[in-house]
């Protein structure tokens, strides 16, 4: 490596023109120089007053692009002719990519290259070095310039991808010569290229005559470039609080190729740290996005380092022996403190309390701690939701949960609430945690009959058969291994009819004591069982059950215990009954459509046949004996003004227009009939709305000495041809009947009056 560099040095002297100055020798400084080494020497600082002489100074350095080796590239020496090689020299470097791409050492002044280096992206770096003294800090020389040039290596093979190419010539073209250049083309340095082509004409008639003509050639693309990291560590600061899933940061590798040929993935090297992040790319920017995918704690961990390897999607098989198109960087995370909520012992709290426990009693406790640095105290509280937590109190202090109010399982068996706790230095910050409070059941209810049960006897039953089985039921919350017992109660056991049969299973039998029960001596019994449980204290209860006695055939099938049993004795079934009310049914049918029947008949007796003209006349069977006879009927009617005002409008008949009745004047008791009559007469004289129509108002008195004589059909003449009624064609239409019915004989229709 060293001799290339000489040589390369050596060959631009010798045809760059590189500045060689020659200076007066000096005794005490030798130039070192060697076929072996690029060194520059650095001028020496003389007194205002004396000459400045200068050994050979080389101001340039070379250093090959793409170096592939494991060790930094060594790059050239600076060297002052006041440094003796006692240490007491230090060399600095500044300038274009000092510090990143070169490096120096401070006491030999040697140069290196510590990245691989692209003549494509910079040919060259100018850089300026200076000699200090260590113990003054002062510069022993002034500050030199000289530039580093990238040598270029043939490392991008130019590729046609497009071909083959077809031209076209017209016809008649004179012969001739197609002459093309076509340089060693990359991309990355140049996207279009001319090419220039000749026809030239050799000989024809018009001879020697050329023609030439420019191609456009565009380059496509071809993935012959790794991505590369800009720089080998990147640092990252992360809020321990970020949410999982969130971006903490971005990180770039640079591929100079183009289209997809520049699509890069990224990929979590397994390690340190790593599982705890990941990383995807942005398609638009082809960065690496770095993803939180797991919480983190600066309590527990502070920072993390992984590394991060950059690749290729679409890798070019042709370009396989370029070496791995891949890079890897280091990703150093450092987890930032945030000032969290106090942290719960447990993330649920489950505690017991028998019921009726005293208020006061301590049922547990719960515990929460600041794990920030500095921890704060930490005050408890209930969160009130409902009404439900009011039963409990919690110590803010201790965290201690006690009793409020006296509980009953019965009622509430579980109860469910939460607990808030927050840092007394920031009591903003706070944490929740559920308890769930089991209410343990004490007995204090009796056991009782599951069901109330409608137990039956038959009348022919024999002693010793069981005739109901019966469960038990308890409020309480029965333990495993509960048992209940079943025992008739003391004073129903002296000469029982029943007993009880206890099967040892929580369950007990009815059985029968008697051979046989009479429904006509005793329709119910009832029997008391005691029922006790196994739990501590003792409880028990009596139940009475009903057991009714019933008829049953020879089988032991009950055949009724309803209200029909009355009619058994007599040898009725259910059918018979059913015929028997079926039968009332229709006697009380007949009997209520004969009576509906008589009354429709009274009413038709009292109307007129249809021969009979006068349609609505009312007939009374008996005739009076005159004015003076007032025992053959009451004449109350006509007297009685109440009777009279009742009857205001007329029911035989539908008046045209409903008018209100006229406000007649009393009658006095002992005002004569006569007049009463003739009022009466006049009042329906004058009336419009009075009916004169088809019917005949008929009054039972007849008057002596009236103007109209009598109204009685008795004294009429004896033929109505003696009376002339043309005069009522003149009265308009409501006695158009009247008119038809007295006038001309061939004139009226009975059949056609409506």
């Known amino acids: 490596m060293l001799t290339r560099n000489c040589l390369s040095l050596l060959l631009w002297v010798l045809f760059d023109g590189g500045l060689l100055t020659p ?6 400084q030798t130039l070192a120089t060697g076929p072996r080494e ?5 001028p020496e600082q003389r007194s205002h007053f004396q000459r400045v002489k200068r050994g050979w100074v080389w101001n340039q350095f070379f250093v090959l692009e793409e170096y592939m080796g494991s ?3 060594y790059v050239g020496k600076l060297h002052s002719d006041l440094d003796k090689g006692e240490g007491t020299v230090k060399y600095t470097l500044s300038g274009d990519g000092a510090g990143t791409v070169f490096t120096i050492d401070e006491t030999t002044g040697d140069i290196h290259a510590i990245r691989s280096l692209d003549r494509e992206e910079k040919p060259f770096y100018t850089l ?7 113990e003054t800090r002062k510069p022993l020389e002034p500050e030199s310039e000289f530039i580093i040039k990238v040598q270029d290596i043939n490392d991008n093979e130019p590729k046609f991808l497009d071909g083959p190419y077809v031209a076209s010539v ?3 073209s004179p012969v001739g010569v197609i002459r093309t250049a076509l340089p060693n083309m990359d991309r990355e340095v140049k996207e279009q290229y001319q090419v220039l082509i000749q026809a030239k004409d050799m000989g024809g008639q018009l001879g020697g005559l050329a023609g030439t003509t420019t191609v456009n050639i565009t380059l496509t693309d071809v993935n012959d470039n790794p991505p590369r990291f800009p720089k080998s560590i990147f640092h990252l600061k992360v809020p321990e609080s970020s949410p999982i899933g969130s971006a903490i940061g971005r990180i770039r590798a640079v591929d100079p190729d183009f289209g997809q040929n520049a699509e890069i993935d990224y990929n979590i090297v397994p390690g340190d740290g790593g599982n705890l992040f990941d990383i995807v790319t942005d398609e638009d920017t082809q960065e690496g996005i770095i993803k939180l995918k797991k919480p983190l704690d600066f309590e527990t961990k502070k920072a993390y380092t992984f590394k991060v390897e950059a690749s290729n999607l679409h890798l070019d098989h042709r370009f396989h022996s370029v070496g791995p198109f891949k890079d890897t960087a280091t990703v150093k995370v450092s987890v930032l403190d945030v000032d969290e909520p106090p942290v719960f012992s447990k993330p649920l709290y489950t505690m017991e309390v028998y019921e009726d426990t005293p208020v006061g009693t301590i049922i547990g406790a719960v515990t929460a701690q600041d794990l920030d640095v500095g921890s704060s105290a930490v005050r408890y509280f209930i969160d009130w939701k409902s009404d439900g937590d009011s039963y409990f109190t919690i ?3 201790e965290g201690t949960i006690a009793t409020n109010e006296l509980l009953d399982r019965e009622s509430t068996a579980q109860y469910n609430f939460s607990i808030i706790a927050s840092k007394v230095s920031n009591p903003l910050l706070t944490s929740k945690v559920n308890i769930l409070i089991n209410v343990l059941d004490v007995n204090e209810f009796p056991p009782e009959i599951a069901a109330p049960y409608e137990t039956a006897v038959c009348e022919n039953a024999k002693p010793g058969q069981i005739i109901q089985i019966v469960s038990a039921a308890d409020r309480d919350l029965s333990p495993a291994g509960q048992q209940f017992s079943f025992r008739l109660s003391p004073e129903a056991a002296i000469k029982p009819n029943f007993t009880v049969r206890d099967f040892r299973n929580n369950t007990a039998g009815i059985e029968t004591r008697r051979n046989g029960y009479s429904r006509r001596q005793q329709e119910l019994y009832f029997l008391p069982v005691v029922i006790e449980d196994s739990s501590y204290p003792v409880q028990s209860s009596t139940n009475t059950m009903t057991i009714r006695v019933c008829r049953c055939d020879s089988d032991g099938t009950i055949l009724s215990c309803n209200v029909e049993a009355i009619f058994l004795p007599v040898g009725l079934s259910t059918g018979a009954l ?8 229709i006697l009380l049918a007949i009997v209520v459509l004969y009576v509906a029947l008589r009354r429709q008949k009274k009413k038709d007796t009292l109307m007129t046949s249809k021969e009979d003209v006068r349609d609505n006349v009312i007939h009374y069977d008996d005739e009076g004996g005159g004015e003076e006879d007032t025992q053959a009927f009451d004449i109350g009617a006509l007297r009685n003004p109440k009777v009279i005002e009742d009857n205001k409008i007329r029911r035989d008949i539908k008046p ?7 406000q007649r004047p009393p009658v006095e008791d002992n005002t004569d009939i006569r007049d009463f009559i003739n009022q009466r007469l006049q009042e329906n004289d004058v009336d419009p709305a009075a009916p004169p129509y088809d019917s005949l108002a008929t009054y039972a008195y007849e008057g002596n000495g009236s103007v109209a004589d009598s109204l009685s059909s008795i004294d009429s003449l004896a033929t109505e041809a003696d009376q002339d009624y043309d005069y009522l064609t003149d009265w308009g239409p409501r006695f158009k009947v009247l008119a038809d019915m007295f006038g001309e004989e061939e004139s009226y229709n009975p059949d056609k009056v409506t």
């Open 38 to 42: 690029n060194v520059i020497r650095l």
């Open 71 to 73: 060790e930094p590239q």
């Open 395 to 397: 110590d803010g202090t």
């Open 656 to 662: 045209d227009s409903l008018c209100l009745p006229r």
């Open 170 to 172: 017209p016809e008649m």
């Open 578 to 585: 059913i015929a028997i009310l079926l039968c009332i049914v």
């Open 128 to 134: 300026r070095a200076q000699a200090v003294d260590i």
């Open 23 to 28: 200076l007066q020798p000096q005794p005490q």
